[in-house]
């Protein structure tokens, strides 16, 4: 399974970094992508980095320039750098394998932007 942590109450153009662990694989061979899900809406994909052959990154145009996404293969952890956060960010950050592993899915971690 995959534990998300890192979230928290930041005002509207602060930062966090969200990490995402595993207990169960090596987040490096796969695939792995963050999602949110916000109050009323469906679980989004916004941003994923590829197996740790290439690391080729991707960013939904909501969060690009905004967001970075990363992998420390040695510690098994990957990792979401959110700047200039606005309060649309609000939602719960979840991290999976590409596709998604309905097995390792975690609590989420709740990220909350307002002044």
């Known amino acids: 399974q995959l534990v998300e942590s890192g979230g928290g109450l930041v005002q509207p153009g602060g930062s966090l970094r969200l990490s995402c662990a595993s207990d169960g694989f090596q987040l490096g061979l796969f695939h792995i992508a963050w999602f949110r899900r916000a109050p009323r809406k469906e679980r989004e994909r916004v941003s994923c980095i590829s197996s740790r052959i290439s690391s080729t990154t991707w960013y939904a145009d909501s969060v690009k320039g905004r967001f970075t996404i990363s992998r420390d293969n040695a510690k098994n952890t990957a990792y979401l750098q959110m700047n200039s956060l606005k309060p649309e960010d609000t939602a719960v950050y979840y991290c999976?394998?590409?596709?998604?592993?309905?097995?390792?899915w975690g609590q989420g971690t709740q990220v909350t932007v307002s002044s």
């Open positions: 999976n394998r590409v596709p998604p592993d309905r097995n390792a």
